[in-house]
């Protein structure tokens, strides 16, 4: 069975850190170009993070310097390294993994930051 299953979100304090892992079952991760979205309260799904199969990175402005992607394929697994979090931050997280007409979507992990 195709599934992509994130975790590690929960509720952290503003300045913290958490990191994300989005496993990968039933295909290989690896030729895989990998997304990080998220969706906060009242706003629309926004893209974050991309790693391509070629380990290319690239961030949404309002979190460049703040959140790396990486990815072990060994694991078949994405991560998402958040530090110095925000309140703004505060969304579900959704992993998605594409190659040419293959598209997956986990069902997201919650972000909340707040003191």
């Known amino acids: 069975q195709v599934q992509l299953v994130e975790s590690g979100g929960g509720l952290v304090q503003p300045g913290g850190s958490l990191r994300l892992s989005c496993v990968a ?42 959140f790396t992607i990486s990815r072990d394929n060994g694991k078949n697994t994405v991560f998402l390294q958040m530090n110095s979090l925000k309140p703004e931050d505060t969304a579900v997280y959704y992993c998605n993994a594409r190659w040419y007409i293959y598209n997956y979507w986990g069902r997201g992990t919650q972000v909340t930051v707040s003191s």
Not at 43 to 61: F, G, H, I, P
């Open 25 to 66: 079952s039933g295909f290989t991760l690896s030729a895989y170009t990998v997304k990080w979205y998220r969706q906060g309260p009242g706003k629309e799904r926004e893209l974050v993070a991309t790693n391509t199969a070629a380990d290319n990175t690239d961030y949404a402005d309002s979190v460049k310097g703040r």
